[in-house]
T-cell receptor, first 111, second 113 residues
Framework: EDKVVQSPLSLVVHEGDTVTLNCSYE??????LLWYKQEKKAPTFLFML????IEKKSGRLSSILDKKELFSILNITATQTGDSAVYLC???????????FGTGTRLQVFP | DAGVIQSPRHEVTEMGQEVTLRCKPI?????LFWYRQTMMRGLELLIY????????DSGMPEDRFSAKMPNASFSTLKIQPSEPRDSAVYFC???????????FGPGTRLLVL
């Protein structure tokens, strides 16, 4: 059965800290892995990863995929209070048009 | 474009009542997805449509749940009869090319008492 496991479940840090969020997966015929940020409302797209070892970067956020070890990490450097959110990881297989989501990591950044 | 539109935004009902959630996808998007999100189970796909046709409803929890898409601009998710364990946030999302490019609506927060 396809599944996505995220860790840690929850993280509390101070502004300026660097955090690493983990996502491991099992999916038949892996196609892509996606990261979303969810604040109070709907998830918003951050990154889509399809190839191993190629870092995607957007400002202070970056992500990389390891298709051999079946995991991805999301890094946030110099965290700010606005980074407080639930970060969701999802995977898609070639055999299907649906995403399998992890339960998310809740990040709280305090001033 | 206004994005994906969902209504109502909040719904409080009593156990046994029928609940209908509505979704208007982004114009031109051929895919429509219904999700349910709870603290315990996270974000789960219930059903998705392609060109108004239900493709995969394996995530629909039981027969009390049904979904329709009568045309390209409207979909409903119905729960009849509702139960307290149905309390969750229900998201609709739409996409032009597939799940990797989907846009989420604001969600409907459902509370069944």
């Amino acid at each position: 059965e396809d599944k996505v496991v995220q860790s840690p479940l929850s993280l509390v840090v101070h502004e300026g800290d660097t955090v690493t969020l983990n996502c491991s997966y099992e999916v038949t015929n892996f196609r892509s892995l996606l990261w979303y940020k969810q604040e109070k409302k709907a998830p918003t797209f951050l990154f889509m990863l399809t190839s191993s070892g190629i870092e995607k970067k957007s400002g202070r956020l970056s992500s990389i995929l390891d298709k051999k070890e079946l995991f991805s990490i999301l890094n946030i450097t110099a965290t700010q209070t606005g980074d407080s959110a639930v970060y969701l990881c999802a995977v898609e297989g070639y055999n299907t048009d649906k995403l399998i989501f992890g339960t998310g990591t809740r990040l709280q950044v305090f001033p | 474009d206004a994005g994906v539109i969902q209504s109502p935004r909040h719904e409080v009902t009593e156990m046994g009542q029928e609940v209908t959630l509505r979704c208007k996808p982004i114009s031109g998007h051929d895919y429509l997805f219904w999700y349910r999100q709870t603290m315990m189970r996270g974000l789960e796909l219930l059903i998705y449509f392609n060109n108004n046709v239900p493709i995969d409803d394996s995530g629909m929890p039981e027969d009390r749940f049904s979904a329709k898409m009568p045309n390209a601009s409207f979909s409903t998710l119905k729960i009849q009869p509702s139960e307290p364990r149905d309390s969750a946030v229900y998201f609709c999302a739409s996409s032009q090319t597939g799940p990797e490019t989907q846009y989420f609506g604001p969600g409907t927060r459902l509370l069944v008492l």
